[in-house]
Every structure is written in structure tokens, then in C-alpha cells.
């Protein structure tokens, strides 16, 4: 399986990157980020690029690939909806647009979130944001389009957010962690098993298109 994914030096996409490039069915990963993942490895090559909103000039690399794992996304914190939705949606559209035509065989997973918002006119504007994209992806001509909605991700093996705040959380509730996932079971996964439900879903498909964390956690098991 060839698979490409956006996002690769985040904590999430640390963690997909890993289990892609340990899993033997994998035989090619092509990370498409503007910043180098400073991993060096037989199975992965690194697409370094500009501007998010038009892929063309990649267009030459990104054809006959199986799986598009979509780890790319910013913390709405501090955002105005139009920057936020540029990140997320836009860029997101952008590729997914561009590689649905050029692989009409591909899996294309999103990482949304817990509490995404489907009618995409709730008060919360991450979560309409993210429902505006997942709608979207869910009606491109992908072979399968599926959105997971983690909430907690226990960040494994060394993987660190690149927001720094979001560092700073993680690390002063590293601690906290085991009972966190104790009480709250349904809501907690790990990057490992994200990566790997990942995996699992371009393999094998999905049971539905969005799966909430409990379900996408289950897979990566
Ligand atoms: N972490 C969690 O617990 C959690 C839980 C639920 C959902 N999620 C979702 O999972 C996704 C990834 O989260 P994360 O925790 O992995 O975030 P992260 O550690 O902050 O990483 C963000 C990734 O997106 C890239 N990126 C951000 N802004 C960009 C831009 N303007 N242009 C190009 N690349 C950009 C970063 O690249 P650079 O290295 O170049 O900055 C990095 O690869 C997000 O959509 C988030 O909402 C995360």
C-alpha cells in the first residue's frame, strides 16, 4: 500500500508516520508538509510546499497512491472563522479535490474531532468548520472518504504537539493520563492506535464513514 500524508510533523501525523513506516504492508510514504519531518527512511520521501490552496505543481507526484491519511490542523484558539476555515477547510479541499481525481482508488481519511458539527450551523465555530469539511470530502468520488473524531489523544513514542500550548497541557498532565483514560474510556485513544486505525480502514474499509473515537479507537486495536 502507498499511502500520502498531510501533516506529518504534528503530533498526530508523528504518530501515523511511525506506524506507517513500521507496518510491512506499506511500501512507499510520501509526506506532503512545508516543513521537513527530519526522519530519514527507506519508505518515505518528503514533498516540501508553499501554498495549501493549489497543488498543481505537485500534480505529477501525487497520482497512484492507495491512501491519503489527512493529519493537517490548527488549534481554532485565537482564530477568526475565515483563517481557521482556510486551514482547515480550504487546504483540506484543495488537496482532497486534486487527489480524488488523480486516484479515483484512494481511501482519504480526516482527522476532525469530537463534537464536529454536521449541520454546519451550530454555535461553535471549530466544530462547523470541521462539519463543513467533512461534508465536503464526504461527497468527492474517493473510493472511501472517512472522517475520525477523536477527542483525547495520548501522544506515544516521543510524538509532541507542534502548538505550544497544547505541549505545555500535555506535558503537565502526563501524570493524569491512566486515569484520565480509566474514567473516561469512550473518549481517549493514543496516536499508535489512530495511526493504526488508519491503516486498518485503507485495508479493509469502515464500518461507517465517521467514527467517533470509540469506534476509531476499537479499530486500532
Ligand atoms: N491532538 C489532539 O489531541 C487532537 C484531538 C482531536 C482532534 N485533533 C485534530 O487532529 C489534527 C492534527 O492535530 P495535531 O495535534 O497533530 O496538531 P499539531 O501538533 O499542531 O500539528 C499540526 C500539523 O498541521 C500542519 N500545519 C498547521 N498549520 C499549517 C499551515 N498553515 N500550513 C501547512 N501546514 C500546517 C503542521 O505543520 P508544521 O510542522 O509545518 O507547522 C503540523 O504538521 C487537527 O485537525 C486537530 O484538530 C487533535
Known sequence: MKVILFGATGMVGQG????????????????????PTGQAHPKLKELLHRDFTDFSPLERELGGWDACFYCLGV????MKEDDYRRVTHDFTLAAAKLLARLNPGMTFVFVSGMGTDSSERGR????????????????????????????????MHGVASRTPLYRVLYAS????????????????????RVGRAMLRVARDGAPKPVLESWELDALGR
Open 173 to 192: 498532565m502526563r501524570p493524569l493520563f491512566g486515569l484520565l483514560e480509566a474514567l473516561f474510556p469512550k473518549y481517549a485513544t493514543t496516536t499508535e
Open 124 to 155: 461553535v465555530m471549530w466544530a462547523r468548520v470541521k462539519g463543513a469539511t467533512e461534508n465536503a470530502l464526504l461527497k468527492l468520488p474517493f473510493k472511501r472518504a472517512v472522517m475520525f473524531r477523536p477527542a483525547f489523544i495520548r501522544p
Open 75 to 78: 488549534s481554532s484558539a485565537g
Open 16 to 35: 501515523v508516520l511511525r506506524e506507517c513506516l513500521l507496518d510491512p504492508g506499506v511500501s512507499k510514504v510520501l509526506a506532503v508538509g512545508r516543513t
